[in-house]
T-cell receptor, first 112, second 116 residues
Framework: QKEVEQNSGPLSVPEGAIASLNCTYS??????FFWYRQYSGKSPELIMF????GDKEDGRFTAQLNKASQYVSLLIRDSQPSDSATYLC????????????FGKGTLLTVNP | GAVVSQHPSWVICKSGTSVKIECRSL??????MFWYRQFPKQSLMLMAT?????????EQGVEKDKFLINHASLTLSTLTVTSAHPEDSSFYIC????????????FGPGTRLTVL
C-alpha cells in the first residue's frame, strides 16, 4: 500500500511569515512529487513539482525533496491571507500510468 | 496553459437515477484521464484511470458497473453514476495528462453531486 502522509493541521501563521508544509511517502520507487493548493469547494491547482533531490524555487514557493528520507516539503515565504487553503502533497511512483497518490492535505491559515 | 472543463458544475438528482458528468480537455489532447472523488474534509481518492479508446482501470473497491467511464476521444471522458444513492453524494473531479508524457495532471473544476 503506497502511502503519503501529511500533518492535517491546521497550521496557523501570521501574515508575512514562512509557512512550512511537510509530507512523507512510503514508496521508495516514487519519482515525481507535486504540491497542489485547494481552496474550499474548489478543485486542486498545481503549485510546484519536483523530481530531483534538493530545492526548487518558484517565486515565494520552495519545494524541497530528500529521497533518502522519503520526505518532501513546501515553504511559502511572505505568507499572505490568500494563501489560506489546504495543501495537498501528491506522489507518482515509477511506471507509465501517471497515477498520483495524494496525501490528506494540510490546512493552512494565514492570519492578517 | 492546459484547461480542463467539467459539466455540470453541480447536479441534484433523486435516488435511483443516473447522472452523467463530462470532462473535456480544451486545448490539448489527453491520452489519460483520471476520475477522483472527494468527500468533505477528505483527500482526493482515485476512482479510475481511463485511456482513450480502451477500458478504464478501476481502483480497488470502486464498482465498475456503478461508475461507468467512457473515454471516446482524446478530449472527452464521461463518468456516469448509475442508480445513484445518497452515499454517492460527493465532489467528483477529473484530471487529464497530456500526450507529451509530462507527469503533470491538469484538474477540472469539479462536479458536486447531491443525491436526495
Amino acid at each position: 500500500q503506497k502511502e503519503v502522509e501529511q500533518n492535517s493541521g491546521p497550521l496557523s501563521v501570521p501574515e508575512g511569515a514562512i509557512a512550512s508544509l511537510n509530507c512523507t511517502y512510503s514508496d521508495r520507487g516514487s519519482q515525481s512529487f507535486f504540491w497542489y493548493r485547494q481552496y474550499s469547494g474548489k478543485s486542486p491547482e498545481l503549485i510546484m513539482f519536483i523530481y530531483s533531490n534538493g530545492d526548487k524555487e518558484d517565486g515565494r514557493f520552495t519545494a524541497q525533496l530528500n529521497k533518502a528520507s522519503q520526505y518532501v516539503s513546501l515553504l511559502i515565504r511572505d505568507s499572505q491571507p490568500s494563501d489560506s487553503a489546504t495543501y495537498l502533497c501528491a506522489v507518482k511512483s515509477g511506471g507509465s500510468n501517471y497515477k498520483l497518490t495524494f496525501g490528506k492535505g494540510t490546512l493552512l491559515t494565514v492570519n492578517p | 496553459g492546459a484547461v480542463v472543463s467539467q459539466h455540470p458544475s453541480w447536479v441534484i438528482c433523486k435516488s435511483g437515477t443516473s447522472v452523467k458528468i463530462e470532462c473535456r480537455s480544451l486545448d490539448f489532447q489527453a491520452t489519460t484521464m483520471f476520475w477522483y472523488r472527494q468527500f468533505p474534509k477528505q483527500s482526493l481518492m482515485l476512482m479510475a484511470t481511463s485511456n482513450e479508446g480502451s477500458k478504464a482501470t478501476y481502483e480497488q473497491g470502486v464498482e465498475k458497473d456503478k461508475f461507468l467511464i467512457n473515454h471516446a476521444s482524446l478530449t472527452l471522458s464521461t463518468l456516469t453514476v448509475t442508480s445513484a444513492h445518497p452515499e454517492d453524494s460527493s465532489f467528483y473531479i477529473c484530471s487529464a495528462s497530456a500526450a507529451s508524457g509530462i507527469d503533470e495532471q491538469f484538474f477540472g473544476p469539479g462536479t458536486r453531486l447531491t443525491v436526495l
